[in-house]
C-alpha cells in the first residue's frame, strides 16, 4: 500500500508527513509480520514511534536515516513495542550520532535505560533525554516551530501512552480582494492572519470571508495497546490519519477485554465517533496469518479503514489552498 | 547455499547435522545480514549459538522449532550475538515452554537475565538454568548419550568463548570374519569394541583390521569473535565444520588486530592449521555490501572454504560405514 489520504496530493517532498510502518505484530510476531514499530517523517523531521525488535533492520529496509530520528516515541513498556530499542541505540552509537535524542516514554522506561547504558552503553556519546509521561488527559511535550507531539494514556494492562503528532495551525493569508475592498489597516490583516474576525464598529468582516488558510494542517494519532474507553474519541478528534490497535477480530470480544485489547469494530467505532479522515489498524493477533476479513468489520462501521502491513507507506498529502 | 560436507550423504534425517545460519552481520546490520545467530541441528536435538536481534524472526523463516532448543550458547555479552534473547525467551514463554532451558555464558550474562527476569520475566514459567563459562581451555558443559558440548576461551575485547558440538565416538563393530577367523571371545569382541586392540600372548589383533566405526562422528567449531591465538587449531583440531568469525580481508589486517577480530587468511590459517573437513566463515563488516572478494582469499590458503549467508542450511552427512 503506497496510498494518499486525500483527493489532492502535492509533489513537494519538503512538506511531507509520512508514516512507515515497519512492523504491525502484536505479542508474536510472525514471518511477514514484525513487531511494532513506526517512523513518522513530517517534513524530513523523524519521529519514532514504538520500537519493536528488528525496527533497526527494518528501518534499513525502508531507507529511514537513523541520524534523522530526533524523537521516539515509546507507548509502554512490553517487549514486543521495545526489544528493538537496544540495538537502534547501539546502532546510532556507531554511526557517530551527536545530537541528543529524546525518548517519550513512562517512567518504567527509565530502569530500562540504565540497564542498557550501564551494560551497552559505551559506544552511545549522545545524550539521551527520558522525558517521563505521566499525563492523564492529552499534553503537548514537545513541539518546533511548525509541529507539535502530544501524549496521552491509554487503558492496558501497563502504563501505556497514545502519541498525536501534529502541524501546527498556520497563519491565515488575506484575500487581495478583501484588503482592497474593506480598506484594511495592518492591524486588521493581522488579526484575520490569527484567525479572528474583524470587528468594527458598524460592520464585522469575517475571516472565512476575508481570509484562508495557506495549507491544511496534517495530523496523526498513534493508539496501541489499549482497550476502547470514552475519552479516546474526543482526544483524537478530527485527526487526519488514525492508527488504532485492532488486535482482534469482532468475535473475540471477551478475549479483547481481558486482555485490554480492541476489537476491529471497536477500533472503527473510535475512528467513526472521532471522525478522523482516515483509519489504519495493525497489531494483528498471530492466530490469524491472513487479516483480510477484519477489513471487512471494520468498513461495517467506518468505510475509510484500512489494514497496515509491514513496510507499507502511507502519504498524508500536503493541501495547498490557493 | 544447501550443500554437503563430503562424498557421502545418508537421508536418515533422524541422524542429521545440520547448521542454520541465521545472520552473519558484524556489529551493524545490513539489509541482507542479521546479526550473528545459529541453530544446529544435531539429530533433532537443537542447539542455538549466539542470539543476535531478530533470530526469533529467522527462526521462524527457516522453521525452527522454538521449543525444541534445549541449549543457547552465547560466546560474549556484545548487542550483536545478545539482542534476540529477550525476544525469543518472552515468545517462548508465550509459547508455553515448561522444560528447562540451558544457557551457556561468561559471567557477565548474569546481570542481563536478571534485567530479563525482573522487568519481562513474568510469564516466563520454565526454569533458566545460566550455565557461566570461565574455563581457560576446552572443557565439557553438557553431554547426553550421543552428544556433548565443549566451551573455550576466545580472544576478544571481552571475556568471549568458541564452542564445540560433537557427536560422541560411537562402538566399534567387529567385522564378522574377524571372529570367525580368530575365534574371538566375549571379551576380545568388547575390547574391539571399545577401540582397543586384542593383545594375545601370541599375536596382536588390531582394530583396525578386526573392527570398524559404524559412521563418522560429527563435529562442528564456532568461532566468533576472536583474534588468532596459537592454541586455538589444536583446540578445534579436526572438526568437521569450521565456522570462524572473519570480519575483515586480509588487507585490513591492522583493523583487525585493534579491534580483537579476525582477517580471511586468519580464519584460513587456523582452518588448515586445524586440519578441519571445511570452513564457514561470516561476521562480515558492513563496509561491503558484497563479501565475494573474501572467498578467494580464503581460498588461496584454505580450498574447502565458504562463505556463510542468513538463511544458508548447511548439512553435515551422515556417513554410515558397510
Known amino acids: 500500500m503506497h496510498s494518499q489520504l486525500s483527493r489532492a496530493s502535492s509533489k513537494a517532498s519538503k512538506m511531507n508527513f509520512t508514516l512507515n510502518v515497519l512492523g504491525t505484530a502484536s505479542a508474536l510476531p ?175 468582516i469575517s475571516r472565512d470571508e476575508a481570509a484562508y488558510l495557506p495549507y491544511e494542517p496534517r495530523s496523526y494519532a498513534y493508539c496501541s495497546d489499549t482497550a476502547p474507553f470514552p475519552e479516546l474519541a474526543c482526544w483524537v478528534k478530527g485527526v487526519s490519519l488514525l492508527y488504532h490497535e485492532a488486535t482482534y477480530p469482532a468475535e473475540m470480544s471477551e478475549m479483547a477485554e481481558k486482555n485490554y485489547h480492541s476489537t476491529t469494530l471497536q477500533a472503527a467505532r473510535t475512528a467513526l465517533e472521532a471522525g478522523v479522515g482516515r483509519l489504519l489498524v495493525g497489531h494483528y493477533s498471530s492466530r490469524f496469518p491472513s487479516v483480510d476479513f477484519y477489513l471487512d468489520e471494520l468498513r461495517t462501521i467506518f468505510p475509510d479503514s484500512d489494514l497496515a502491513h509491514d513496510g507499507d507507506v502511507v502519504e498524508i498529502p500536503y493541501i495547498r489552498n490557493l
Open 30 to 204: 510472525t514471518t511477514e509480520r514484525y513487531p511494532s514499530a513506526q517512523v513518522l517523517d513530517v517534513r524530513g523531521r523523524l519521529f519514532m514511534i514504538d520500537c519493536g525488535e528488528g525496527a533497526q533492520i527494518r528501518m534499513r529496509k525502508a531507507k529511514v536515516s537513523f541520524l534523522k530520528i530526533e524523537h521516539i516515541c515509546l507507548s509502554h513498556i512490553h517487549g514486543d513495542h521495545l526489544f528493538g530499542i537496544f540495538g537502534l541505540l547501539s546502532t546510532m552509537g556507531m554511526l557517530g550520532r551527536s545530537s541528543v535524542l529524546n525518548i517519550y516514554a513512562p517512567g518504567s522506561f527509565a530502569p530500562v535505560l540504565d540497564f542498557f547504558m550501564t551494560h551497552f552503553g559505551d559506544g552511545i556519546k549522545f545524550e539521551i533525554n527520558h522525558v517521563v509521561l505521566d499525563m492523564s488527559e492529552p499534553l503537548k511535550v514537545y513541539e518546533n516551530r511548525t509541529v507539535e507531539l502530544l501524549a496521552f494514556p491509554l487503558r492496558h494492562r501497563v502504563e501505556t501512552f497514545g502519541f498525536i503528532i501534529r502541524e501546527k495551525m498556520p497563519s491565515y493569508n488575506v484575500h487581495k480582494e478583501a484588503i482592497a475592498k474593506y480598506g484594511l489597516t495592518v492591524a486588521e490583516i493581522g488579526r484575520l492572519k490569527a484567525g479572528e474576525d474583524v470587528v468594527r464598529s458598524d460592520m464585522v
